[in-house]
């Protein structure tokens, strides 16, 4: 399921990175804020006979999952992008990550005319429940009357995400919370918990989804209301695609925080899937994407970067500058250490290894 047919193909009859990437250029972007942990994104762009693509796994995956993102670089690399069944500029929420409540009007600037917002919560080390409360509701007042939407991360125990589910339903209306407990089983569990207990929250799945081996195990458990889809960690477009038609569930398209040129891929998607009523009727016609990253990034291959005007982005294929290639290009070390990687993610691949798709 993670291989789509035609990248199938052009694996099959490709046998080196070199005989389908004309170039391959690692980069290390500043970030204009601490997210995910990391102040500065490496990502690798390779182009292609369809143009540049991005391999952009997060540096402490293993060969395995490295590999399906490294799917979604061959397709985009290799083929066009499928036709847009909607027509328009994509939708994209603000995304605040774990800061401190004062800094939240800062960042919520970056994302002008936006009508949803994604806030990160229950950052272990980072921030309490109650400096979570602070920052929402510090988002509310700075973007007034926008969807809200928490992630977690899968940060909560059981017991935990039920204090912390009860809490944040006080705070106004939520969209969805992302991953609040890290298994799928506890968020079935945890939504069945939630319609008993009569707390207006839905959940919404992204690393039970994009991290597992069987992703349609969360509609199968009935584990979430709303699925969170990136299209590097699910072996691109095509493949990101099938999983949600296979998922019948609403499906938000989010980034991996890729440069442009990966966003990009991310807003195809976004314009390729069908709206089915289901998701028309929890999150409308056109739900926001998770694809305002560039935002937070304080540098960017492309010029101008992919970001946010009047709250979404544009369909098309973003290509990199060269003098901001040379700009941002990693070390020797560094680009080796990603070439590397690019290989043996190949390998992998080209010995059968995204069949299983398991960790
Ligand atoms: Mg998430």
Not at 4 to 31: K, N
Not at 153 to 163: E, F, L, P
Request: glycine share 8%; proline share 9%.
């Amino acid at each position: 399921m993670l291989m789509s047919p035609e990248v199938r193909t052009v694996l099959e009859h490709t046998p080196q990175p070199r005989d389908l990437f004309e170039r391959i250029v690692s980069v290390a972007l500043p970030m204009a804020t601490r997210f995910r942990g990391i102040t500065v994104r490496e990502t690798c762009l390779v182009l292609g006979p369809a143009g540049w693509a991005e391999f952009a796994p997060f540096v402490e995956y293993g060969t395995v999952e490295a590999s399906r993102w490294l799917l979604a670089a061959i397709e985009s690399a290799a083929l066009p992008f499928p036709a847009p069944r909607r027509p328009g500029d994509v939708p994209v929420n603000a995304t605040i990550p774990a800061i401190p409540a004062q800094q939240v009007p800062q960042i919520a600037a970056r994302f002008p005319g936006v009508s949803a917002v994604k806030i990160k919560i229950a950052e272990r080390g980072i921030a309490s429940l109650d400096e979570d409360l602070e920052r929402i509701a510090a988002v509310r007042q700075a973007l007034p009357g926008v969807d809200v939407r928490c992630d977690a991360n899968g940060a909560y125990s059981d017991d935990d995400a039920k204090t912390a589910l009860t809490a944040l339903a006080r705070t106004g209306p939520l969209q969805y919370v992302e991953q609040p407990v890290a298994q799928v089983e506890g968020l079935a569990r945890l939504r069945e918990w939630a319609s008993i207990a009569r707390v207006p929250v839905p959940i919404a799945a992204d690393e039970s989804i994009r991290k597992v081996s069987d992703p349609l195990r969360v509609s199968s458990l009935g584990a979430a209301d709303v699925i969170v889809v990136k299209t590097q960690p699910l072996g691109g477009i095509r493949a990101a695609a099938s999983v949600i038609e296979a998922a019948g569930l609403p499906a938000v398209v989010s980034s991996g925080l890729e440069s442009s040129v990966g966003l990009a891929a991310g807003v195809a998607l976004a314009a390729h899937l069908p709206v089915p009523e289901a998701a028309a009727a929890s999150l409308g016609e056109r739900p926001a994407a998770g694809l305002g990253t560039a935002a937070l990034l304080s540098g960017d291959v492309a010029g101008p970067a992919l970001l946010p005007r009047a709250g979404a982005l544009p369909w098309g294929r973003v290509a990199p500058r060269e003098e901001l290639l040379e700009t941002y290009a990693a070390g020797p070390e560094r680009a080796r250490f990603w070439t590397e990687r690019l290989e043996a993610c190949w390998t992998h691949l080209k010995n059968g290894g995204a069949e299983s798709g398991a960790e």
